[in-house]
């Protein structure tokens, strides 16, 4: 019976050294599966602070083109804004343009002399007919511009001729051949002019 006694002991001492060894193996089974879990979940953050960092890129990105393209909407509107003020400001550039040469004709026609007192009359009509277009241009902005006596601007003057006269200063119109005109601040026909040397 002691024999039995001992065996029994025996079997209790395996068991609770099984059951120790079980408790311990499934102590490390549960440390093995947290390690895995921390793993997963370190490994999911990392994945989700990769993505949070690609989707602040991408918008970064998004808002300065969206920036880019505001600024081209906007200049785009102001260039429109300036060219219709210029085509409203020169709407009638071309059509004196086409008329200065009539100018030029009926000044011609004005500086014949004549003596016959019909053809004066018909001389006194050109004048007033040259007036009336003259200062329905000059309404649309059309300036004279004054040649003789200034000095020479290749931006409002053409030299066609040098003159060497005492009377004038270097670099001064002597005379205008043709004459220039402006419209508003733009010029559409610079002055023909004799200049002093």
């Given at each position: 019976m002691e024999n039995k006694h001992k065996d029994t002991a025996d079997l209790e001492g395996m068991n609770d050294?099984?059951?120790?060894?079980a408790a311990e193996r499934e102590h490390e089974d549960s440390n093995a599966l947290e390690n895995e879990d921390q793993a997963a979940e370190s490994s999911e953050a990392a994945v989700e602070d990769s993505r949070i960092s690609e989707l602040e890129a991408s918008?970064?990105?998004?808002?300065n083109r969206l920036l880019r393209v505001q600024a081209d909407f906007e200049n785009f509107k102001r260039r429109t804004r300036e060219d219709q003020a210029a085509q409203l400001k020169y709407k009638s550039q071309s059509l004196?343009?086409?008329l200065l040469p009539a100018l030029d004709n009926?000044?011609?026609?004005?500086d014949v002399k004549v003596e016959d007192p019909q053809a004066s009359s018909v001389l006194q009509g050109v004048e007033m007919v040259y007036r009336?277009?003259?200062e329905a241009l000059k309404s649309e902005g059309l300036e004279v511009i004054?040649?003789?006596g200034a000095v020479f601007d290749p931006?409002?003057?053409q030299a066609v001729m040098q003159v060497q006269d005492e009377e004038y200063e270097s670099n001064v119109v002597v005379e205008t051949l043709q004459k220039g005109y402006k419209l508003k601040d733009r010029v559409i026909r610079p002055a023909m002019v004799k200049v002093n040397q």
């Open positions: 050294t099984v059951q120790e060894e918008l970064t990105d998004t808002e004196i343009t086409q009926f000044e011609r026609a004005m009336q277009l003259l004054d040649s003789e931006n409002l003057h």
